[in-house]
């Protein structure tokens, strides 16, 4: 096992320069940022495959998607198949004034890395390759390697896996597109939310009127709309529509109210809504949010009844409730509750479903120890409210694949926010942790 730890760590060195070497390449697939970036980082990783020994490898092409590296590590005959799974795209820097250093321009102090990706999900790509580069091309299972190019900005990959079983077909996957709670603390993520949203419009009169000369009998459309969605929630702020599953949260409990009320920067006073532990209501209970609403603005508004306003709502849902089926029961309530008996439109916009690991398969028993193994000390699981769509698309294609999420990152380096980091640290034993469990779950008796 020291074994293990020292050839990693001889091999970091070199993993750490080639991760800040992507980093420094703006693979930003959202419209508006020039695409040979995107292409640039592609041929980077293609070149890392092709260094340590990989011939398989060919792309998943998809319409207006940046390629899919879709690459195959052959192990010994009868070993099993794990799927190894990142993204090479990254989020926009967003204001660069807010960044301590130029995003595109990583820096390492004192062990840590800063740049946009390079915790996601640069720092968990180049961790497969440290695999790879450990086993010098030679792993003791088959690999299926999927690098993704537009994870940030709606791939249509996410569907996709469906439609092409065979092309995923493995034992396991290890999704590494999340990290651990905080550095030091091996974590897998067994549970994401799903999502969905809808859209509420009311329409109570063909134009605007006076509130002078009409106000008092004249329909209100943005009252209407107001009271409708105050009905959402009880008096607690628990969500109070009827057949939205919640529960009690079985992982670890890393966040307690305090905690929670510094993360979002909720002065004491605030009130938090709902019930139960964080945990419960972040990660195995509903919530439902108006995320905008059309109205008149308040500089320049005419004193008059609005006769149309809308909402989009966004519910987010019980790992495993069917979104399709929580945003119908939420559709239905607006439907139902007709404020002063106006009748509210509700349109059903997109839904997906969250996803709940199975941990009591050969899988997560051997990558369970080889986290223990890698971080010294026995992992958490910890749920995500946000949602990584691949994931239920996978889960579709191959029903019976275990599904690992682990990973460098953490839940403090500041993805999708200025001054990303990533602790080299977690790297290291992030490579550390994938060699454990190939060399685990590739004996015979493991799987
Ligand atoms: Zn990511």
């Known amino acids: 096992m020291g074994g293990v730890a020292e050839r990693v760590g001889a091999l970091v060195p070199q993993l750490v320069d080639d991760l800040k070497a992507l980093t420094a390449i703006p693979s930003i697939a959202f419209p508006g940022f ?41 192990g010994p005959p009868g070993a099993p198949t794990v799927l190894l799974y990142a993204h090479y795209d990254v989020q926009p820097a967003g204001d660069e004034s807010q960044w301590t250093h130029p995003p595109f321009e990583p820096v390492e102090i004192d062990g840590v890395v800063y740049g946009r990706g390079v915790a996601d999900d640069k720092s968990n790509l180049m961790a497969h390759i440290g695999a790879l580069r450990y086993y010098e091309g030679r792993p003791p299972v088959n690999l299926t390697i999927v690098f993704e190019g537009q994870e940030e900005w709606g791939s249509p990959l996410d569907t996709y896996p469906p439609q092409a079983p065979e092309l995923f077909a493995c034992d396991a996957m290890v999704i590494a597109d999340t990290g651990n709670i905080r550095p030091g603390v091996p974590t897998f993520t067994t549970a994401l939310r799903g999502d969905a949203e809808l859209t509420v419009e009311v329409r109570t009169l063909p134009e605007p009127k006076h509130s002078g000369l009409y106000g008092g009998p004249a329909p209100d459309a943005l009252l209407a709309l107001l009271a409708a969605l105050a009905t959402l929630h009880d008096d607690a702020g628990r969500p109070a529509v009827d057949g939205l599953r919640a529960d009690e949260w079985t992982g670890a409990q890393p966040m307690d109210e305090a905690a929670y009320r510094e993360a979002v920067g909720a002065a004491d006073g605030v009130p938090l809504l709902g019930s139960g532990t964080i945990a419960d209501r972040l990660w195995a209970g509903p919530a439902i949010t108006v995320v905008g609403i059309d109205a008149p603005q308040v500089d320049g508004a005419v004193l008059a009844v609005v006769p149309y306003a809308r909402a989009l709502v966004n519910i987010r849902v019980h790992p495993q409730q069917s979104a399709a089926e929580a945003q119908e029961a939420v559709a239905r309530h607006l439907e139902a509750v007709r404020p002063f008996g106006i009748e509210l439109t509700v349109a059903r916009n997109d839904a997906g479903d969250g996803f709940s690991a ?27 409210g946000g949602a990584i769509p691949l994931v239920s698309g996978l889960h579709a294609a191959v029903p019976q694949a275990e599904i690992l999420m682990f990973g460098a990152e953490d839940s403090l380096c500041n993805l999708h926010a200025p001054n990303e980091r990533l602790v080299v640290d977690e790297l290291r034993r992030t490579v550390i942790a994938m060699v454990e469990f190939f060399d685990a779950f590739g004996r015979p008796d493991a799987h």
């Open 34 to 74: 020039p695409q040979e970036e995107v292409v640039r980082a592609h041929d980077t990783v293609v070149g890392h495959l092709r260094d340590v020994g990989v011939t398989d490898i060919s792309s998943i092409d998809l319409p207006d998607t940046s390629p899919v590296i879709l690459a195959r590590v052959p």
């Open 358 to 384: 199975a941990t009591d398969g050969p899988a997560y028993a051997a990558a369970s120890a080889a986290m223990a193994t890698a971080w010294g000390a026995e992992p958490i699981r910890i749920g995500s």
